[in-house]
C-alpha cells in the first residue's frame, strides 16, 4: 500500500461516522486501492474526478430518502412491465478519464439486454446505468453533475431532501426537464408528493398508495 493510500486510510478512519471529506491531488492509483481495501462495505462511498477525491459516509436519512426513490423505480417497472436492473451503488470507473462514482442508486432500463447477466460493469465496453439517482442533503465539493455527463449517464433524480429533479443529459450538461425519459408519467411534483406521504405513512401502505396511482395514470 503506498503512502498516501495509508494517509487517506488514517483520515477515513479518524473521520466521523458519517459526514464528507475532499481530497485534492489524489493518484489514480491510490483511488483503485482504497476501492479494493473497502470492497463490499456500504460505506464510505468514494467519488474521483480528476485528482479529487470526495468521501461520503450517508447519514440514516440519506439512505432512507435513496431507498424509498429506489422503490418507487421498482414498482414503476413492475407496474409497466418493464425489465430493468438494479446495480445500486456500484462503483463505475473510467482509468481513460480518470473519474469514477458511485451513485446512491442507479437502474439499466433502456439498455437493460445489454448487461442482462452480468455482475460486473466495465465502462469501456458496457453503457452507462440509464438512470441515477443521487442524494444531496448537505453540501457537495464535486459537482457530481459534471461528471456523470462525461460518462454520458442518460438521466439523474435528484433529492436535496426538500425539493427533487429530474435531469436529462443535452450537450454535455443536465437540464432540469418536466418529466422522466425512462418513466414518461414520473413529473417532479409526482415524487415530491410520494417522499411527502413517506414520511408519515407505512411502508405497506406507501406501496399500495403508489401502485394505485400508477394503475390511475394506465385508464
Known sequence: MSTQTDAVDQSISSSPTSGL??????????????????????????TFDCGTLEIMSPPAEHEKCNRTI????????????IDIEDFGSTTFRRSDLARGFEPDSCFYIKNEVLIRGKQEIDLSIDPPPDLVIEIDLTSRALDKLSLYAQIGVPEIWRY???RFGIFGLSNGTYPRIDRSVAFPIITPPVIETFLLEAKNSKRTALVKSFRNWIRGQQK
Open 21 to 46: 471529506m475532499i481530497l485534492y491531488d489524489v493518484r489514480w492509483t491510490t483511488y483503485e486501492q482504497l476501492l479494493a481495501d473497502h470492497e463490499g462495505r456500504s460505506s464510505p462511498r468514494f
Open 70 to 81: 429506489a422503490l418507487f423505480v421498482e414498482i414503476l417497472a413492475e407496474e409497466l412491465k
Open 160 to 162: 436535496d431532501g426538500r
